[in-house]
């Protein structure tokens, strides 16, 4: 018979329908003691993390300012950019209307004509 290796044992991880295995300690631990076991925390080490936590938080607010800022700046140059261009469309075609409507009234010669030569 081989022996088996690990990859063929199972744990209570890779049985399906089992999810908290309690050991024989905890299930000897009276309501008490688990809640000062769980209330336990290393309030120096605590302290750091929730320093560094603070720190990443801000770190992230501030590059979310950054970003809204220099977008929000993008933005209004863009739309800038875009009324211009409207203004800009409106007033040629107003132009060539005006064109057209001088042309067809006026009936306004080129001031090249063969019959002159």
């Known amino acids: 018979m081989q022996p088996k290796k690990m990859a063929h044992l199972r744990n209570c991880s890779t049985i399906r329908g089992i999810k908290d295995i309690k050991n024989i300690s905890s299930l000897s631990l009276t309501p008490e003691e688990r809640d000062h ?9 605590m302290a750091e993390y929730e320093h560094r936590e603070k720190a990443r938080f801000a770190r992230q607010d501030n590059a979310k300012r950054k970003y809204q800022k220099s977008y929000y700046k993008a933005r209004e140059r863009l739309a800038g950019i875009i009324n211009k261009n409207r203004r800009l469309t409106e007033l040629r075609r107003e132009l060539q209307y005006n064109r057209k409507e001088k042309n067809n009234h006026n009936n306004i010669q080129s001031p090249y004509n063969p019959e002159n030569e």
């Open 37 to 45: 076991l769980n209330s336990i925390i290393d309030k120096k080490a």
